[in-house]
């Protein structure tokens, strides 16, 4: 576990100090740490033993917001056994047409260029047939967006592809498996889809995986669809999936970036009270890439920091510091 405070956390810490009460005439009070020694009420759950309470954390709701401190309540999840691999953004090939003219002629005039989104029927040519000497439109086949176009005003059609219409509120996503994990996934598994550039996520399920391999790079494809209605996902995009192998469940469990190390200790920082934070030392069990099993330390419903918490870390490192002096 990457335990690192981010450089822009001093940033984060600046925003939470320096909020003083948004919408009030007197300035709220500074965050303020405290360290307490020996044992302590409400410390931890009944029956984890002898109470050590590190210190408290307290932020009036300005400060959480401000410092944007996610919240979670601890209770049971999945434990998602997973297989990482890589591939690529794809047209749906199903969701694709090639358009040729009906009567070979001379084209008039276009109407689409390459980029243009169309609905269905919309006119992307006209065409004056050689024989009849009569003007018809070349229509568009679906909705989606012109990808292709060898059509330009003067020239004779022929027998050829004038456009490519691609539909892309649908796309493929090619994962390329090894043949040792060609066994381990299968047609219906669940994929969570991610890209590394842009921060993009989607879940999907496997629909194919192909019979054969490819000779060059000695893998072979699965095939996830994605919705894609506001067209986030571009084909050609590199990306990243976790393929679900298996799930198990589990009674306690915290988000991952819940997680913090004190004094070597794996920590959650529970709120008490409202705006009061106390880091309580925890037992982890099972991990996957978002959720983490709690053995120990934690009980169900309990309220705690997700995004962001190292801030509490750091606040109250801030705040030991000061009282060694």
């Known amino acids: 576990m990457n335990t690192r405070i981010p450089v822009a956390s001093s940033l984060l810490l600046a925003v939470v100090l320096a909020v003083s009460g948004c919408g009030s005439s007197e300035p709220a009070a500074p965050v303020a740490a405290t360290n307490d020694h020996g044992n302590a009420e409400g410390g931890h759950a009944e029956g984890e033993g002898e109470e ?17 401190i ?15 691999v890589y591939g690529s953004i794809a047209p749906n090939a199903e969701r694709v047409r090639d358009v040729s003219a009906r009567f070979a002629g001379v084209i008039s005039s276009v109407d689409k260029k390459i980029g243009d989104a169309v609905r269905q029927g ?25 990808t292709e176009r060898s059509a330009n005003a003067g020239e004779q059609t022929g027998d050829r592809k004038l456009f490519t219409v691609a539909d892309l509120s649908t796309v493929w996503v090619e994962l390329s498996l090894f043949p040792r994990d ?19 996520s ?20 699965a095939r996830v669809q994605l919705a894609n209605p506001e067209r986030r996902w571009a084909p050609g995009l590199y990306v990243s999936a976790d393929v679900v192998l ?3 469940p589990a009674p306690l469990t915290i988000r991952n970036e819940a997680i913090q190390i004190m004094e070597g200790q794996s920590s959650i920082f529970v709120e008490e009270e409202p705006g009061e934070f106390v880091p309580y030392p925890v037992q982890l069990g099972r991990s996957d890439g978002e959720v983490t099993e ?32």
């Open 202 to 221: 989607a879940d999907g399920r496997v629909v194919y995986v192909a019979p054969f391999g490819s000779s060059a790079s000695q893998t072979l494809t």
């Open 182 to 200: 060609r066994a381990r996934v299968q047609v219906g598994q669940p994929v969570r889809v991610r890209s590394a550039d842009s921060g993009l």
């Open 70 to 84: 996610g919240l979670a309540t601890v209770g049971p999840a999945s434990i998602r056994e997973t297989l990482s």
């Open 122 to 146: 919309e006119t992307l040519a006209t065409v004056e047939s050689n024989e009849s000497l009569r003007t018809y439109a070349v229509t568009a086949p679906l909705a989606g967006v012109i």
């Open 246 to 248: 298996s799930e198990s």
């Open 52 to 68: 050590s309470e590190e210190g408290r954390v307290h932020l009036t709701p300005a400060q959480i917001e401000a410092a944007g």
């Open 294 to 325: 709690i053995l120990r330390g934690l009980q169900a419903g309990q309220r705690y920091a997700t995004v962001n918490s190292f801030i509490l870390k750091a606040q109250m490192g801030a705040g030991s510091a000061e009282h060694g002096h």
